[in-house]
């Protein structure tokens, strides 16, 4: 199959002209930011955010005067906007600098401040709820408390089982790791277990995340001022211990406090945070990279900047959502990005097509890079040059069309309708009895777009 790595598009006299490049497609690294227009009910920091069923709850947090119990949730889109946020069944009590987590149909809300006791507002409770399918919380359970009181840590859940990491306790910063197994029937969870082996430091104010098993903790502090740009790794054991920290993947570019991470598939996007030390410095920047290789690149800066903010992925769009500004401000906006346009493999047959001659179709195979799959293609998503939608009476197919052990989906557009389009074009006075035609796939696989050309020679006269 032909495959480009990139490709240019322009118009010209009614075909596409294209410079191609030999070698795999890589995933586009191009970032857009959207800003919502609809806004959070309420400016919002330090709250929680997660993702289910096609929407975003956004969870507890404070505006810098009052602390938030509240619970939304907004249906998002096609487009990648919020259709409107939804109050549902708060908090049994406010909570701030927490985490949250969802496993199957239930949400968990761990530790963070809350409401003063024994002098200290950082808290160890855990609360647990059912997600109706319309999206509405259930009655909200005391889960185990935590052992000890906890803001600022991470949560990752992985397998039937939830971690929390690192944290602040109210005197100094953490390094012990708990985790907890989940009743996949009732949602409920057992008694904390300590792991044996601690984070390689105290660590707070961090992002992390969880793929196939191993846990990244990426960047945070280790003090209220000390800032780090470190980057470990924990692999799980099938027992749910984690029986060593990796200090080998590569550090973020730079020290970063309240990062907020996110996966899509197996790219990782950092997002803001603070920086500065004794100052806090809210930044815009975002960093992604391979999690599996984790070599980072600063891609397009989200438009404001936000620390204390959170970023969920969803139908592979980023969504950063509230959040405090370079004035320390909570802010009731959500940026979201636009899927990055994945570069596709394509073969289109006939590699030589005579306009005067006769057939049913124009068939053309579509590869994807390796982390998607072709049999997710929303096939009435898919056009050809960008007009022309696969023929619904033709069968469409999943196979190796090319031998070459990466699938490809063959689809196929009417004949006729590609051959009226090409005969109408201009090809200028020059044209001699034939002409090289760029033909563009686009089409979307799992909610995110992909394109690709092939050259053909159009035989002009007979």
Do not use: C
């Not at 792991?195 to 502090?221: C, H, Q, Y």
């Amino acid at each position: 199959m032909k495959k480009t790595l990139s490709l240019i598009t322009i118009g010209l006299l009614g075909i596409s002209v294209t410079a191609m490049f030999v070698g795999w497609p890589a995933k586009a690294q191009e970032i857009v930011w959207n800003t919502d227009p609809t806004p959070l009910p309420t400016p919002i920091a330090d709250h929680m955010s997660v993702v289910h069923n096609g929407r975003i709850y956004v969870i507890g947090g404070h505006d810098g005067v009052n602390q938030f119990e509240n619970v939304y949730f907004g249906e998002i889109r096609p487009n990648g906007e919020t259709d409107a946020w939804i109050s549902t069944m708060s908090l049994p009590e406010y909570r701030f600098g927490a985490t949250a987590v969802v496993w199957n149909s239930f949400v968990y809300v761990i530790g963070g401040g809350g409401p003063i006791w024994g002098g200290r507002s950082e808290q160890n409770t855990v609360f647990y709820a059912h997600i109706r399918s319309d999206g509405w919380i259930e009655t909200w359970n005391n889960g185990p408390n935590l052992p000890e009181r906890l803001v600022n840590h991470a949560s990752v859940v992985w397998n039937g089982r939830i971690y929390v990491l690192g944290g602040w306790n109210g005197y100094s910063s953490q390094n012990k790791v708990y985790y907890s197994d989940i009743n996949p029937s009732t949602g409920s969870l057992g008694s904390w277990i300590q792991n044996d082996i601690n984070l390689p430091f105290r660590w707070e104010s961090t992002t992390a995340l969880v793929r196939d098993g191993t846990i990244l903790m990426i960047a945070g502090k280790t003090g209220p001022k000390e800032l780090h740009d470190k980057v470990y790794s924990g692999s799980i054991e099938t027992d749910g211990s984690i029986e060593i920290w990796d200090d080998s993947p590569p550090d973020l570019p730079e020290a970063r406090a309240m990062p907020r991470g996110t996966l899509i598939d197996d790219n990782i996007y950092v997002v803001a945070g603070w920086s500065g030390g004794t100052t806090v410095i809210a930044e815009k920047t975002v960093y992604t990279a391979k999690f599996s290789v984790g070599d980072w690149t600063e891609v397009q800066n989200i438009p404001e900047p936000r620390y204390s903010h959170s970023a969920v992925a969803l139908n592979g769009r980023i969504y950063v959502i509230g959040g405090k500004d370079a004035e320390h401000a909570a802010k009731d906006t959500i940026y979201y990005s636009s899927p990055p346009t994945l570069s596709a493999a394509i073969d289109i047959d006939p590699d030589t097509l005579n306009l005067k001659s006769n057939g049913q179709w124009i068939t053309a195979y579509i590869e994807l890079p390796e982390e998607y799959s072709v049999s997710e293609i929303d096939v009435s998503s898919i056009l050809l040059n960008g007009s022309m939608s696969v023929d619904p009476e033709a069968p469409t197919e999943v196979g190796d069309h090319d031998v070459d052990n990466i699938p490809d989906l063959t689809v196929k557009f009417e004949r006729a309708s590609v051959v009226e389009w090409l005969g109408a074009a201009d090809y200028g006075e020059d044209t001699g009895k034939s002409a090289e035609v760029a033909l563009a796939i686009t089409g979307e696989v799992a909610g995110t777009p992909f394109e690709g050309v092939d050259t053909i020679r159009v035989l002009l006269k007979g």
